[in-house]
């Protein structure tokens, strides 16, 4: 069984904007897939439509084999912690500790009286401490998240979602901001935590080069319908050109051309 399961994704705004039409795919444990597509493609509500953050117009997601859509307060609270979000502006609370970011990470295993009082277990602690160290910000962990530069923000950011024990990352463009030492630093440690603990990954990126480097899938997007699904070496400079000169429809009918001729084969 996939562990999460998208089928006619669907999200029509207020204002008629179509973001997403009808976008189909499954993702299995332990996959790392990076979605690619222009600005505007739709990459972030669909990341955001899966954990809820955006409610979906139509479609069915089903996570861990229970249908999310539809679902209530706390039935939602247990399926976003399990499904972690990195975000590119790192969202962080830039006036308190990086040790004490890490642990909200935490928050939705605890009750909300133990939440708004910070009265982590001690064994969340020394998680949060470890998993700091694992990014390598041991010595940053007193700090203000405010004092870090911006890759080592993301890597706190990173620290969080783990400390939530998901089986599934939507990491939305958490590079976008950072410079490219940087962003190879960010991109190799999610990729490698990700691969060591067995955790899915969904990772918008815009960069090409990157989701071909690290992803071993790639969901090519075009303004909100799915236009390529397959394997870095099967992403033709053809196929980037379609899904950035915004031609979809070209793009579809490469997509269906190749895999038939792979069903063929």
Sequence with gaps: MALLQVEGLKKVYADGTVG????????????FIAVIGPSGAGKSTLLRCLNQMVEPTG???????????????????????EMSMIFQGFNLFERV????????????????????????LKDDVAEARRLLERVG???Q?????????????QRVGI??????????????EPIASLDPAASETVMSSLHRFCSEDGIAC?????????????????IGIHKGQKVFDGTPDELTDEMIRLIYNQKPAEAQELAETDMARKETA
């Design 20 to 31: 997403l039409s009808g976008i189909d795919f499954e993702v299995k444990a332990g996959e």
């Design 97 to 120: 500790s990086v040790l004490t970011n890490v642990l909200h990470g935490r928050l939705g295993y605890m009750s909300s009286w133990r939440g708004a009082l910070g009265l982590f």
């Design 141 to 153: 962990m007193h700090k203000r998240a405010d004092e870090l530069s911006g890759g080592q923000q």
């Design 137 to 139: 910000l041991r010595e």
């Design 159 to 172: 620290a969080r979602a783990l400390a939530q024990k998901p089986k599934l990352i939507l990491a939305d």
């Design 59 to 81: 479609g069915s997601i089903v996570f861990q084999g229970a249908q999310t859509i539809g679902s209530g307060r706390r039935k939602l609270r247990n399926i976003r912690r």
């Design 202 to 218: 969904l990772c918008n990126l815009h960069q090409v080069d990157m989701a071909k480097k690290y992803a071993s899938r790639i």
